[in-house]
Structures are given as structure tokens and as C-alpha cells.
């Protein structure tokens, strides 16, 4: 009895941590023949106020390298989900896909990502 009372609670309380992290939704590109691109990023997430909200976005390329950052200077409590604009990414020529990550000020980066594939018109 007690330890499936344990286990109840154990997965109420990661349900409720993983609950909260941030969220990419969406992500569009237009980019140039010389693929410096502009990114347009929706995010969910329950932000609170200043000491809990996703504060920033990232791009990466599938092996891990940070290619341009998002920041983002406030809470977006009213505004769900948001979508908010990056210009002037250049992007490698060789690659066909990107990794978009969410980061907020209490769980740091998501486990969710999103992977934006670039098609023959970006």
C-alpha cells in the first residue's frame, strides 16, 4: 500500500515538473538564396511571472552545434502560446534541418524539440 502511494505521488510530481516545461509548436523560415534565414518560433508555456517564464529559444544543427539565440525579456502569461521572429540566421548550405529548442527560467531546456526541415523554396 505504501509504496504504490509512493509511486502515486512520484509520477503526480514529475507530471507536474514536465507539465511546465516549454513547448515549440511551430517553426517557419524564409530564407535567402544564401540561406541566412528568419525564424518564426511559437512557444507554449504556463509562464507565471518573472521568476517562471520561457525566457529564450535556440537554434542547433543536428549534431549540437548553437547556430543563433532568441532571447526573450518577459513574460508572456496572457499570450499563449506566442510566436516571435529571428532575422539573420545563416544557416551551413549542406544542411537540410535544424533543432529548435525551448529553455525557461526554472526547468531550463525542454526535452522538446522541434526538428524544422528546410524544403527546396527556403
Same mark, same amino acid.
Given at each position: 500500500?505504501?509504496?504504490?502511494?509512493?509511486?502515486? /505521488?512520484?509520477? !503526480?510530481?514529475?507530471? $507536474?515538473?514536465?507539465?511546465?516545461?516549454?513547448?515549440?509548436?511551430?517553426?517557419?523560415?524564409?530564407?535567402?538564396? #544564401?540561406? /541566412?534565414? $528568419?525564424?518564426?518560433? $511559437?512557444?507554449?508555456?504556463? #509562464? !507565471? *511571472?518573472?521568476?517562471? &517564464?520561457?525566457?529564450?529559444?535556440?537554434? &542547433? !544543427?543536428?549534431? *549540437?552545434?548553437?547556430?543563433? $539565440?532568441? =532571447?526573450? &525579456?518577459?513574460?508572456?502569461? %496572457?499570450?499563449?502560446?506566442? =510566436?516571435?521572429?529571428?532575422? *539573420?540566421?545563416? /544557416?551551413?548550405?549542406?544542411?537540410? %534541418?535544424?533543432?529548435?529548442? *525551448?529553455?525557461?527560467?526554472?526547468?531550463? +531546456?525542454? #526535452?522538446?524539440?522541434?526538428? +524544422?526541415?528546410?524544403?527546396?523554396? #527556403?
Amino acid at each position: 500500500m505504501i509504496k504504490k502511494l509512493l509511486l502515486i /505521488i512520484s509520477i !503526480t510530481f514529475v507530471s $507536474t515538473i514536465l507539465a511546465n516545461e516549454v513547448k515549440v509548436v511551430n517553426v517557419s523560415a524564409k530564407c535567402s538564396v #544564401d540561406k /541566412i534565414c $528568419t525564424f518564426n518560433v $511559437t512557444l507554449e508555456h504556463e #509562464d !507565471t *511571472g518573472w521568476k517562471h &517564464y520561457a525566457n529564450k529559444w535556440e537554434i &542547433y !544543427t543536428p549534431k *549540437g552545434k548553437l547556430l543563433a $539565440t532568441r =532571447t526573450l &525579456y518577459h513574460p508572456h502569461v %496572457k499570450e499563449q502560446p506566442f =510566436t516571435r521572429s529571428l532575422s *539573420g540566421v545563416k /544557416i551551413p548550405k549542406e544542411l537540410d %534541418k535544424v533543432i529548435v529548442k *525551448g529553455h525557461d527560467l526554472v526547468h531550463g +531546456y525542454s #526535452d522538446n524539440i522541434f526538428v +524544422y526541415e528546410f524544403n527546396k523554396k #527556403d
